[in-house]
């Protein structure tokens, strides 16, 4: 049933300085709504609690892509239309440019916000697998001040994260650090566009001659959380691609892999069949790098 919409206020502070202040003053009252893309289709099936929210669309002050050093800074309130149109982005992460891409519809991606996305926590969700094999870090700000973290520290389960409730995101900072590295990612839904997960893998390497020096890998909808698969990352580190060891290698990094899986059964899919397609991901990857 749809959400009653004059039980809700929403407010829109017209500063980042009184949107937290007022987090501060009030915590856990209010909602921060950016682009609303999630939220709204909370209200619309009567699943909105928070009765308070407070916008954020409008703050400028988290809406920028800006180099900084050696690394990429994305402010909280860039939509993903910023980033699916963004040159270094394209250029140097095209993984991002890609999940950006399939985020929801042209509509969507004008109003969804990469803050909004890492927020709303959902273990199906397009960019975080690819934050996490980008080795981003994530910065969070408050009335008290700044923190920043690794993104592989933000999740700690289905829709929780460590985000406090006067906190808001600020930024996701990334290095710059992979054009020697070759790049994946591949999303398996129901449709090509428009629908979400049922399992999605990117993953990053280096390869030294016919060995891998260095890979990393993150999924979406394979635990209750966008996760890195450390297991299946530690079974490849070095291991061969040379065509007498290939086999094996594959055989031994699905078997890495099985052991962390642990999908759901849900209206999208089943637990073994996320299974099994997140092991055929990876050995595409793995065969991908050796063309």
Partial sequence: MRSDVTLYELTAPPTLAAVLDKLAAEPGKHTPIAGGTELMVA???????????????????????RQEGDALVLGANTTFTDIRKNALIAEHLPL???????????????????GGNIVNASPAADNPPVLLVYEATIT???????????YSEFHLGYKKTVLQPDELVHSVTIPLAYDE?????????TR???????????GIAKLDGERIAEIRLGAASLTDRPVRC????????GASLAAEDLEATIKVA?????????????IRSTARYRSAVAENLLEEFLRELVD
């Fill in 43 to 65: 209200l619309g099936v009567g699943r909105l609690q928070a009765q308070s929210l407070l916008s954020l669309q409008h703050l400028t002050e988290l809406r920028f892509i």
């Fill in 96 to 114: 991002l440019a890609q999940s950006a891409s399939w985020t929801g519809a042209i509509a969507n991606q004008n109003r969804g916000t990469l």
């Fill in 140 to 150: 969070l700000v408050s009335a008290k001040g700044t923190r920043t973290l690794p």
């Fill in 181 to 189: 590295h070759r790049q994946y990612i591949r999303k398996v839904g």
């Fill in 192 to 202: 090509n566009a428009l629908a979400i997960s049922k399992i999605a893998l990117a």
């Fill in 230 to 237: 450390a297991a299946a990352e530690a079974a490849l580190n």
């Fill in 254 to 266: 699905r078997a890495a892999l099985a052991t962390e899986a642990k999908p759901i059964d849900d």
